[in-house]
T-cell receptor, first 115, second 116 residues
Framework: EAGVAQSPRYKIIEKRQSVAFWCNPISGHATLYWYQQILGQGPKLLIQFQNNGVVDDSQLPKDRFSAERLKGVDSTLKIQPAKLEDSAVYLC?????????????FGPGTRLLVL | DQQVKQNSPSLSVQEGRISILNCDYTNSMFDYFLWYKKYPAEGPTFLISISSIKDKNEDGRFTVFLNKSAKHLSLHIVPSQPGDSAVYFCAASARYSGGGADGLTFGKGTHLIIQP
């Protein structure tokens, strides 16, 4: 079974530019999550989707971050405009089913450096 | 406000001995706990989980213990092997917080080094 796929793996941009990340979850997984991991910290949840609906986006900085999962499969996370403090690894995870307490499986992440 | 704490940034253990990684939490709503292992340049890999209705869960060399009254959990690895060298993250979720939201809250991680 293929795991969670993410692209690109690395991205370097200048501040105030825009950037987008893509995630393809494990086949059949209804729930998809985006996390931000800053160096030296644990991952922090940004947004959770169930199918194509948003379940939790309470920690998403909505003035600059946006995410969508239009067909309930792939998802994109966008930052516009980027700030220096957005330098981090952006992790996508997915889980099976829609009830609580499911194991989340992570992709390899996209490492973003904002100069 | 850190709701999940891993107070040891690093831990060094001799190969073949037991590794014990600790985690404390403050949110009483957390009822599902997981341990993830992470190698450099890779995403976290799921190791083992435990529900709040249990106090122990075992899977091969890995055992997780949960002490709800102390809001403390630990991961035991025995025997420790060189391939166990990695960063270990403790994570927690409140499964029934409403609306299906069950995002994980992570600790900062403990870097486990297994010495030959």
């Amino acid at each position: 079974e293929a795991g969670v796929a993410q692209s690109p793996r690395y991205k370097i941009i200048e501040k105030r530019q825009s950037v987008a990340f893509w995630c393809n979850p494990i086949s059949g997984h209804a729930t998809l999550y985006w996390y931000q991991q800053i160096l030296g910290q644990g991952p922090k949840l940004l947004i959770q989707f169930q199918n194509n609906g948003v379940v939790d986006d309470s920690q998403l900085p909505k003035d600059r971050f946006s995410a969508e999962r239009l067909k309930g499969v792939d998802s994109t996370l966008k930052i516009q405009p980027a700030k220096l403090e957005d330098s981090a690894v952006y992790l996508c995870a997915s889980s099976h089913g829609t009830s609580g307490g499911k194991t989340q499986y992570f992709g390899p992440g996209t490492r973003l450096l904002v100069l | 406000d850190q709701q999940v704490k891993q107070n040891s940034p690093s831990l060094s253990v001799q190969e073949g001995r037991i590794s014990i990684l600790n985690c404390d939490y403050t949110n009483s709503m957390f009822d599902y706990f997981l341990w993830y292992k992470k190698y450099p340049a890779e995403g976290p890999t799921f190791l083992i989980s435990i529900s709040s209705i249990k106090d122990k869960n075992e899977d091969g060399r890995f055992t997780v213990f949960l002490n709800k009254s102390a809001k403390h959990l630990s991961l035991h690895i025995v025997p420790s092997q060189p391939g166990d060298s990695a960063v270990y993250f403790c994570a927690a979720s409140a499964r029934y917080s409403g609306g299906g939201a069950d995002g994980l809250t992570f600790g900062k991680g403990t870097h486990l080094i297994i010495q030959p």
